[in-house]
């Protein structure tokens, strides 16, 4: 081969090389990573393109803080606050040592007054025609009533009874009436000459006696499901909101302490007992550990028994009874009052030494004195223990002055919502009430 075809095959060769140089260097990164499995990309990317390699992330280090911090919680009342009472001295104490079974204090029924607090101005002076209205809406009535006087009326509430009457006379008497068959109260404000009108109304009750009194009409109160009630100690009065019904309910408790000659108050005492033998506790050993004739009745109910015991049977007996098998928990202690045919109730929470699974409980006492030849013969109690779920049981119990009643057999599963508890399945709740009687003597 000449020289010269050489170098022209030399100078191809050296093209072809260029060329194949140059292809491998424009491949896109892309193909490369699908040939590579798990490549470092940046390896394929030219540093000319002001692209910087990651950095491996550190995590930052927090100085640790000596200051102790709190988890935020719901904003409600303190407990401690929520507990305040000025009733809870008087009510929650109770000294078995100087107990009186029977004691007297003076009283006069009528003393007893229920007043509007939020009444207002007194209306105009005017007179209203004899107006006939046969099931027309209470507000339209009070608009015909005030169309001429100049008087605007205000609601909080939409809808108000239908009303037919045939009235005429004073036109606060007859706006009186009209607001209460309409099942309302008004309020009057002069100044702006404006009639409210609501269901609710406030009140304050007088009560100008002792506390067994002022005890003995809350206690009414609350049996009657009366709840927003605020005592005024120092003036011997009840505040409290209501309807209609609340009012007639009130009405009823004062027309009955009017007539009443007596009040029937009952110290209580609520334990809970743990055995310490892990066994259940042997009620049948108090017919050994008393004398005979202390255990007088028993009463079953849905849940535990009701026993009537004598006097001897008392909290300092029961505990020495129970001392040798059984760790005994104070859950709660206090006393309350009511007349004789009324209900009450007693809440365990608001005399709780602590905050224990208990607290939910009520017990509701309905007392009805029998008497022969004008003398307390026998109490009959009926008695409800309760919670927010609803009835555990009740029993009927008759007792005579002096003796007590033992309630054995409660459960205190019954109050655990959890599934596990550090309480054996075992412990019970126990409640001795102790009735003695308050007789209200006509005072001159």
């Known amino acids: 081969m000449h020289n010269r075809e050489k170098f022209f095959i030399t100078k191809i060769l050296a093209i072809f090389g260029v060329i194949f140089v140059a292809s491998c260097s424009i491949i896109p990164e892309e193909i490369e990573d699908f040939s590579t499995d798990g490549a470092d990309k940046y390896s394929y990317i030219d540093m000319s393109a002001n692209v910087k390699p990651q950095q491996p992330q550190t995590t930052p280090v927090v100085p640790v803080s000596n200051v102790k911090t709190y988890t935020k919680k719901a904003i409600r009342t303190q407990e401690e606050v929520e507990k ?4 809870l ?36 002076v005017l007179r209203v025609d004899n107006l006939y209205f ?44 009209v607001t209460r068959a309409g099942g309302a109260f008004y309020t009057y404000d002069n100044r702006n000459k404006i009639l409210t ?22 206690d009414a109160l609350r049996g009657a499901e009366i709840e927003n009630i605020v005592v005024d100690w120092t003036e011997n009065e009840f505040l409290f909101s209501g309807d209609i019904v609340i009012e007639k309910k009130v009405r009823d408790i004062i027309n009955k302490l009017k007539i009443e000659d007596s ?10 007992a743990y055995p310490k033998n892990n066994k259940e506790i042997r009620w049948m050993n108090l017919l050994d550990a ?5 255990v007088k009745l028993s009463y079953k109910g849905i849940i535990g028994r009701a026993l009537s015991v004598g006097g001897n049977l008392s909290a300092t007996s029961l505990k020495t009874f ?7 928990v104070e859950v709660s202690q206090g006393t309350f009052v009511l007349p004789n045919r009324w209900q009450s109730r007693f809440d365990v929470g608001r005399c709780g030494r602590e905050n224990r699974l208990e607290t939910d409980l009520y017990i509701m006492v309905e007392p009805v004195i029998s008497k022969r030849e004008g003398k307390t013969e026998k109490i009959d109690i009926k008695i409800v223990l309760r919670t927010s779920k609803g009835d555990i049981a009740q029993y009927q ?3 005579r002055l002096g003796d007590n009643i033992l309630i054995i057999g409660i459960p205190t599963m019954y109050f655990v919502n959890e599934d596990r508890t550090i309480i054996p399945d075992n412990t019970e709740l126990v409640i001795l009430l102790s009735p003695r009687l308050i007789a209200l003597v006509p005072q001159e």
């Open 197 to 218: 009108l609501k269901r609710t109304a406030r009140w304050t009750l007088s009560v100008p006696y002792n506390n067994e009194v002022l005890l003995a009409t809350e």
């Open 263 to 272: 009040l029937v108050a009952f110290d209580m005492e609520v334990y809970r």
């Open 290 to 294: 008393f004398t005979e004739g202390t």
């Open 322 to 328: 129970l001392n040798p098998t059984t760790n005994i």
């Open 134 to 177: 046969k099931d027309t809406p209470m507000n339209e009535v009070l608009a015909k009533l005030l169309r001429n006087t100049g008087i605007e009326i205000v609601s909080f509430d939409q809808y108000y009874n239908n009303i037919t009457l045939d009235i005429g006379g004073k036109l606060s008497d007859v706006i009186e009436v």
């Open 89 to 124: 001295p008087m009510r929650c104490n109770v000294n078995w040592e100087s107990q009186k079974l029977l004691q007297a204090q003076p009283y006069d029924g009528n003393k007893m007054v229920l007043s509007r607090s939020d009444m207002g101005d007194p209306l105009p």
């Open 397 to 399: 119990v008759p007792t």
């Open 84 to 87: 305040f009472s000025l009733e």
